[in-house]
């Protein structure tokens, strides 16, 4: 089974209209970290914004917010009015507890692709 | 340059030839990465290291060798690359393998 789902593989949204992008996401573990990564075409990783599995409040970092619902287990994206710049893919991760004394790094999800339009 | 610099930034091998990619950060972060970015599959870790000398398996390993004998320079070796290697690396780098994962800007390697 999938770790992370991203089940909106292409968005076509209008600029400065509020875009959420979804991600669901699989553990049964209690102290884990959900990532957002956004990658223009030119092709690097861009860090957009971190929620930890205990953090109460949603995460936000300027134009970003992440609303985390933890029952659900969803962690979806929101980017309020949108820019041209915006259109990129976007990359939904978790960081799940050290096994064998080290990190494990983060688990992707496949990915949404985003376009703003004029 | 202070960060997370990879070389190269494209490169083009044939099927049989060992390959080394290079990942170095300035840092000092304890954590390093290797992923690969294939269409259709988002982002995979081949290996990981949580210190010099620490390394230990990923996702996706087979194929690939790392070594990691100082901090800041984790290079990732394709033995003998096959044409299923061809796919785009991301070296990521992290100081406590909670939060704050860096990426570098990726090499695209094509394998023929």
């Known amino acids: 089974a999938q770790k992370i789902t991203q089940t909106q593989p292409g968005m076509f949204v209008q600029e400065k209209e509020a875009v959420t992008l979804d991600c669901t996401y699989d553990t049964s573990d209690q102290s884990y970290g959900l990532f957002w990564y956004k990658q223009p075409s030119s092709g690097e990783m861009i860090f957009l914004i971190y929620?930890?599995?205990?953090?109460?409040q949603n995460a936000t970092e300027g134009r970003y917010s992440l609303n985390f619902q933890k029952a659900r287990k969803s962690a979806n994206l929101v980017i309020s009015a949108s820019q041209l710049g915006d259109s990129a893919m976007y990359f939904c991760a978790m960081r799940e507890p050290y096994s064998g004394g080290g990190a494990d790094g983060l688990t992707f999800g496949k990915g949404t692709h985003l376009i703003i339009q004029p | 340059d202070a960060g997370i610099t990879q070389s190269p930034r494209y490169k083009i091998t044939e099927t049989g030839r060992q390959v080394t990619l290079m990942c170095h950060q300035t840092w000092s972060h304890s954590y390093m990465f290797w992923y690969r970015q294939d269409l259709g599959h988002g982002l995979r870790l081949i290996y990981y290291?949580?210190?010099?000398?620490?390394?230990d398996k990923g996702e996706v390993p087979d194929g690939y060798v790392v070594s990691r004998s100082k901090t800041e320079n984790f290079p990732l070796t394709l033995e003998s690359a096959t044409r299923s290697q061809t796919s785009v690396y991301f070296c990521?780098?992290?100081?406590?393998?909670?939060?704050?994962?860096?990426f570098g800007s990726g090499t695209r390697l094509t394998v023929v």
């Open positions: 929620q930890g599995s205990y953090d109460e």
């Open positions: 290291s949580a210190a010099a000398d620490i390394t």
């Open positions: 990521a780098s992290s100081s406590t393998g909670v939060y704050g994962y860096t």
